[in-house]
């Protein structure tokens, strides 16, 4: 189930958020910056140890005082190369890797991609979208996403394409 509200990531109860994240770990979007914040002393003592990924590479760490329990940093940009809907899209099928691998039910997950300069909101949107449809499709948990929408705007948008009655989207069967 994929689910749209307009809220605060660092504030989301689930097994994990996805961060936004340059290769050196720095927070690229404001709710990044909040998050790393509210989580306080323990969660930058884990970050300093892991150092520099690949542009398109996600880790999981411990989400120190948030109340999820772990945090996806997905890595969409690098120092040297932009962020683009491929990085994003990328790092997102990563990030999505390591909650399969950890066996999470829960991922609440920003509206990534939508600052992308080059590419017009409901594509980025809808690239986003079909990622997690597809990863529904695959029946692999986590199954209960979270889009957290800054604005009312956003959240629109990901509804319209969540709740969009074209896709007639069956659930999996047995098989």
Same mark, same amino acid.
């Given at each position: 189930?994929?689910?749209? +509200?307009?809220?605060?990531?660092?504030?989301?109860?689930?097994?994990?958020?996805?961060?936004?994240?340059?290769?050196?770990?720095?927070p690229?979007t404001s709710?990044?910056?909040?998050?790393?914040?509210?989580?306080?002393e323990?969660?930058?003592?884990?970050?300093?140890k892991?150092? =520099?990924?690949?542009?398109?590479?996600?880790?999981?760490?411990?989400?120190?005082?948030?109340?999820?329990?772990?945090?996806?940093?997905? =890595?969409?940009?690098?120092?040297?190369?932009?962020?683009t809907p491929m990085?994003v899209?990328?790092?997102?099928?990563?990030? +999505?890797?390591?909650?399969?691998?950890?066996?999470?039910?829960?991922?609440?997950?920003?509206p990534?991609?939508l600052? =992308?300069?080059?590419? /017009?909101? /409901?594509v980025?949107?809808?690239?986003?979208?079909?990622?997690?449809?597809?990863?529904?499709?695959?029946g692999s948990?986590?199954?209960?996403l979270?889009i957290?929408?800054?604005?009312?705007?956003?959240a629109?948008?990901?509804?319209r394409?969540?709740?969009?009655?074209?896709?007639?989207r069956?659930?999996?069967?047995?098989?």
């Open positions: 189930m994929i689910r749209v +509200l307009v809220g605060e990531l660092s504030a989301q109860v689930a097994d994990a958020v996805v961060r936004p994240v340059r290769s050196d770990l720095a690229v709710a990044s910056r909040l998050l790393e914040q509210r989580a306080g323990r969660f930058g003592e884990h970050m300093a892991i150092g =520099v990924l690949p542009l398109g590479g996600a880790v999981i760490t411990p989400s120190g005082d948030l109340p999820a329990s772990f945090v996806i940093h997905v =890595v969409v940009m690098s120092e040297d190369e932009p962020q990085s899209q990328r790092a997102l099928r990563n990030g +999505l890797r390591r909650a399969v691998d950890l066996g999470l039910d829960s991922l609440a997950l920003p990534l991609g600052g =992308v300069g080059t590419t /017009e909101p /409901e980025s949107a809808r690239a986003l979208v079909d990622i997690l449809f597809n990863h529904l499709d695959e948990a986590p199954l209960d979270t957290v929408a800054g604005s009312e705007f956003e629109d948008l990901f509804r394409l969540v709740d969009d009655p074209s896709r007639n069956e659930p999996p069967g047995p098989g």
